[in-house]
């Protein structure tokens, strides 16, 4: 196992720990000092970092994102920090810098799940969203609460229509609502509900039956899928073309192959 160690952020104390468990990377996010965690500029700041890392080292292959809280995955913007949103500009700065990290964490290269064991609202609801799988502890309540107090979520609004559709994404923005684990996996806002052992051995029990696929297969299967909803169908389509050419043309299938012929465990090595 190699850690990273946590840099402090200056602004809120927000800390990022990971950890290179194998060849998934367990992401932690817990603010010392504060019962909850909150997104903040610091802590954008700091997935930076992880973003860096997950880019330029081969030996990732997964990443799980989990809270360090006991009693919640984070619960959002610290609303706080809307008083002090003087200006147009600085609404646009903030919302841009939360928006950036989001973007990007749904675009790293490696398939990234997100562990829930505690309350997942507004703003963190919205991070979890920006991972590609999410594993739920049952009995925890997911919800956009903005509405509640006039506000909204941008980017959760998008991503959850992907999700569940126009019908049930509107009623969870319009109400403010939360809804139950089981609820929330019948919709598929969720991808496993967990009722024994922690949210986060759930997690990395999935990440761990993903990342011991082929690393060029889930690459191209997630730039695939999000070209699917993002794209025409057309051009999807041909996209996936040159995908399925850089499949053929892969190390990773043929020692895929290999492996199956000779009835022993591939390894892949992401070329």
Known sequence: MSTVAPTPAAAHGQTLTSDLVGEILVVTIDQPNEPVNTLSPALATEFEEIFVRVTGDLLVKGLVLISGKPDGFIAGADIEQFSELRSAEDAERFSRLGQDMLDRLEKLRVPTVAAIHGACLGGGLELALACDLRVCKKGVKLGFTESRLGGLAGNGAVRVTHLVGPARAKELLFTG???????????????????????????????????????????????????????????????????????????????????????????????
């Open 177 to 271: 609502e939360v809804i139950t684990t089981d609820q929330a996996l019948a919709w598929g806002l969720v991808n496993r509900v967990v009722e024994s052992g922690s949210a986060l051995e759930g997690a990395r029990e999935l990440a761990h039956s993903v990342v011991a696929r082929g690393p060029v297969s889930n690459r191209l299967a997630k730039r695939l899928v999000d070209a699917a909803q993002d794209t025409s169908l057309d051009a999807a389509l041909s996209m996936s073309t040159v995908a399925q050419q850089q499949i053929f043309d892969s190390e990773d299938l043929h020692e895929g192959v290999s492996a199956f012929l000779s009835k022993r465990a591939p390894n892949f090595q992401g070329r």
